[in-house]
């Protein structure tokens, strides 16, 4: 009996070793499982932008490491930023659907056009700037857009899809009905360095551009403005950055810490613009005087805000123009969940 004994009890304490054993190896599972889930968001942000200062928050997003600080403070592992460079919105978008991009940013028609493409499977993530945009050119017998003729090209950063060219739509459509067509066909696709120096070298006659680079054309006096976006939008969103849902939904860390990286970069712009000038400068090379810079940022029509402004008003336009089949209801369904409490338009 005794013997029986003993060797019930050691079969118990086997047992309980066992089941604590198994207990251990769940919970270790367990924690492989939250550490995969945490693995599985990339490690690579692919980000694209342009030219000029109104992607001056991701410029110092990455001069200041700010993207990386937020990574590290979700706890995700180290995550490479790869940054391309394009002219218009046209080839983002392209390159966002066919998952080469993560992440674009630009004027806010591409970003209209692309959501109504993809029935709402892309919207805004933040707003980046808010500036006006000029319509230069060295004619001189042009003074308004009505003189310009079939010999004359302006250039812009995308044909009918970008800021400028719903502008100059806009604009245009006040003086007749046929006007918009009949400037839209003068207006050719190049990036904004390109066509400062194509303006200034006579290979153009006009550029619809933004700053830096309209003011640095104005500075030689062949150039003068035909037309100023204020004349038309008043204050608006010039720049935003967007993406698409499938990725937000499979990366809502890196999502978020792109965010917050941006919202703290556009705080440090708004405290202090100087240090924003010289991270800008630094970053793209530019060799432009600081105070030529600060001057643009200090400006009063000027401003960095992570809040869209007249998305709707734009949108409602472009369905006219009949660039987008879909409008939005309201300016929230371009935009992600995030943006939705902000004193937008």
Partial sequence: MQMNRSVLVGKTISRLRWIRRAILLGMAGMLAVSASASAAEVDKLRIARQFGI????????????????????????????????????????DALLSGSLDIASGGVPPLVTLWSRSKGQVKIATALSEMPLLLNTTDPQVRSIKDFNESHKIALPAVRTSNQAVILAMAADKLGPDEAERLGRLTVSMSHPDAAIALLNGQIAAHFTSPPFQYQELRDPRVHTVLSSKDVMGRFTFTVAWSTVKFRETNPKTYEAFVAAIQEA?????????????????????????????????????????????????????????????QPERWQDLAFENLHDAPGS
Avoid at 70 to 93: Q, S, Y
Avoid at 298 to 313: G, W
């Fill in 54 to 93: 109104g992607y001056l928050p991701l410029v110092v997003m990455k001069g200041e490491h700010l993207f990386e600080k937020h990574a590290k403070r979700l706890g995700l592992g180290p995550v490479e930023l790869i940054w391309t460079d394009f002219a218009g919105g046209a080839n983002m978008n």
């Fill in 266 to 326: 556009i705080e440090l712009i708004n405290s202090d613009k100087e240090k924003a000038a010289k991270i800008y400068l630094q970053e793209t090379g530019n060799k432009e005087s600081l105070e030529f810079l600060l001057q643009q940022l200090s400006a009063p029509d000027v401003a960095f805000s992570t809040t869209p402004q007249s998305l709707k008003r734009y949108a409602s336009y472009m369905r006219e123009l009949g660039l987008i089949k879909t």
